[in-house]
């Protein structure tokens, strides 16, 4: 619900300035938490969610019906997770078991409201999961055979769920709270002000004057603007909203338009610093620091775009398509000037993180300082109090949703992880995957991907990535990965849905934006987003890849012939007819992907 959306409601002064003080009191809330020192998890959490629901269900809601309803399970949410938050004291001393009638109706309620916030949010698919999970959990010990189990007490399952930290309070809701939701905040102040058109002017000076220039921008653009919010649909239908008119009005095919801006959108969450919040998550679930999960994660995703790249260039030569007029790319000092709005928060993010070496979290902190700054003057380098104060409401509103948002996704799938933990389910598939590939690494990886995309088709990546890696993770280390490389290739495979049909949803927003029919665009992007499909397999037989920090001559060996065989597939896949030639060219990529991987 953007500031202009609220203006235009009847009731504008009121609720503006109703979702406003919502919105900063969430913002002043995860920031205060960074600087506070240490705040109790039974405190943090609780009320982290208290402060998303309203966000989720009220000031959503499409009918009066469905707001009224959200005031209702937003009451009953609140007040449970405020009874939790200053209760934190008594609940640590009973280890996860209710007593008593009403500290069960509490837990009840948490449960239903978490589920109902994330099917409001993103639908039915990952609250029909945990549901399953739940119903697994309450009733599996009639479940006959290994797949079968012993049995919780009601008041136990129920309080490891809901006033223990090992289901909704578990540590991923603590990396939504200290972590993600800094880095949504960040990336919501920076939209707000002019680093987007930097983002684009940037692109546009670097790739517009190219030879299928238009298309490259949308690469460029999408890969920065992609960094920061970690969206593949906030992406496309942001950058999509200049790049796509641009490039129809050059002449480029609707279908390769929107594949292309749908493929470069989903590369967003492959990009480091935020990754879509999968890094974070990572951080978390493997121990590895945050940096050291960002320098492994730099060259895939680099291999990614460059495979876009040279895809381009192959259509390009196809459909001679032309790069940006002169009169359509930006001037030299408009691209600094808007460039600066994002190099310099950036910069204080980089110099917090590296050079004083604080948490990520912290340094993040840092940077939303010096973007709030930024937003004080615009791209003219003017002062207007009405634009600054715009720019200001629409950072906070912008940040309160997606806060919420993820804080949705993340509190379910912290159900479904919580009855894995107290069933020992996650052991039994882990199990089931081992005996299924006869305990052998590629088949295992095989049914891992497959595991992925199908979960990824339902749910958003960072759940998808969440529950498969729980569930793979250890059969996937078992067999030999490191720990980082499971979790990077279970992450890339849950990002395929978003180009892969039948739903994929950057395909769908983008085919919808430019009038094209959605199957074409989806065909067309899977051959441009190829490296999608192989360079997750790519960093298994080629691990150098990931060790960029440790050993840096072996990783940009493995990155070189990780790319060699990367241009031969795409230029095979897009820019050769002659259906031998094409199948040589593909051979010859697969053969300097996956030969030699020891090397």
């Given amino acids: 619900m953007s500031a202009e959306l609220l203006s235009d409601t009847p009731q504008s002064s009121a609720s503006r300035l109703f979702c406003f003080c919502l919105a900063l009191l969430l913002t002043a809330f995860h920031i205060s938490l960074i600087f506070s020192g240490l705040v109790p998890n039974l405190v943090s959490r609780p009320l982290h969610m208290a402060l998303a629901l309203p966000w989720i269900f009220v000031f959503t809601a499409k009918s009066q019906c469905a707001r009224l309803s959200g005031i209702v399970l937003t009451l009953a949410g609140v007040a449970a997770c405020l009874w939790t938050a200053l209760n934190e004291d008594m609940l640590n001393d009973q280890y996860g078991f209710l007593e008593g009638n009403f500290q069960v109706v509490i837990s009840v309620t948490l449960l239903l409201v978490v589920l109902e916030a994330a099917r409001r949010a993103i639908g039915w698919p990952l609250p029909l999961v945990a549901l399953a999970a739940l119903a697994y959990g309450l009733f599996g010990q009639h479940i006959p055979g290994e797949f079968g189990h012993s049995g919780t007490p009601l008041e136990s399952f129920l309080g490891t769920l809901t006033i223990a930290e090992g289901g909704i309070w578990g540590s991923l809701t603590g990396v939504s709270v200290s972590v993600v939701s800094i880095f949504v905040i960040f990336g919501a102040v920076l939209n707000a002000g002019e680093a987007g058109q930097g983002f684009m002017n940037l692109a546009s000076s670097a790739a517009g004057r190219l030879k299928g220039g238009a298309a490259k921008v949308s690469v460029i653009s999408s890969a920065l603007f992609g960094s920061i919010s970690g969206s593949a649909s906030a992406n496309v ?33 492959i990009m480091p610093p935020l990754m879509g919040a999968g890094a974070f998550v990572m951080v978390e679930l493997t121990g590895i620091p945050y940096t050291s999960i960002m320098a492994a994660a730099i060259l895939p995703a680099v291999l990614y775009f460059l495979a876009v790249w040279i895809g381009i260039n192959a259509y390009a030569r196809r459909f001679e398509l032309k790069g940006l007029a002169e009169e359509d790319r930006p001037a030299l000092r408009d691209v600094l000037v808007t460039s600066a709005f994002f190099l310099v928060p950036f910069a204080v993010l980089l110099w917090g993180m590296f050079v004083i070496q604080y948490t990520a979290q912290y340094a993040a902190c840092l940077a939303i300082i010096a973007g709030a700054l930024m937003l004080l ?29 993820i804080a ?5 799938a912290s159900i479904i992880i919580g009855v894995l933990s107290i069933t020992g389910l996650g052991v039994k598939i882990t199990s089931l995957i081992l005996s299924g590939s006869n305990e ?22 960072t759940a998808a990535y969440v529950i498969c890696i729980s569930v793979a993770g250890p059969a996937l280390t078992r067999l030999g990965l490191e720990p980082l490389q499971a979790h990077l290739f279970v992450f890339w495979f849950a990002l395929l849905s978003t180009i892969t049909p039948p739903v994929c949803g950057a395909v769908f927003i983008a085919a919808g934006m430019i009038g094209e029919n959605w199957l074409k665009v989806a065909l067309t992007a899977m051959a441009l987003g190829v490296g999608l499909y192989i360079i997750p397999l790519g960093m298994i037989a080629n691990p150098n890849v990931l060790r960029l920090t440790d050993d840096p001559v072996m990783a940009l060996f493995a990155f070189a012939r990780i790319a060699a065989g990367l241009g031969l597939i795409s230029y095979g896949l897009i820019g050769v007819r002659n259906l031998a030639a094409k199948l040589g060219l593909i051979a010859l990529g697969l053969v300097a992907v996956f030969a030699w991987a020891a090397v």
Avoid: D
């Fill in 237 to 269: 239908a942001s950058t999509g909203a200049i790049t796509l008119p641009a490039m129809t009005r050059l002449g480029y095919p609707k279908r390769l338009a929107a594949a292309v801006e749908a493929v470069a959108s989903s590369g967003g969450q």
């Fill in 377 to 405: 003057i615009n791209g003219k380098l003017q002062i207007r109090p009405r634009e600054i104060a715009l720019k200001l409401e629409n950072a906070v509103l912008s940040a309160a949703r997606q806060v919420a948002m």
């Fill in 408 to 412: 949705s996704i993340i509190l379910c």
């Fill in 440 to 461: 052998m690494l590629w088949p295992s990886l095989l049914l891992t991907a497959l595991a992925c995309l199908i979960l990824g088709m339902e749910v958003p990546t």
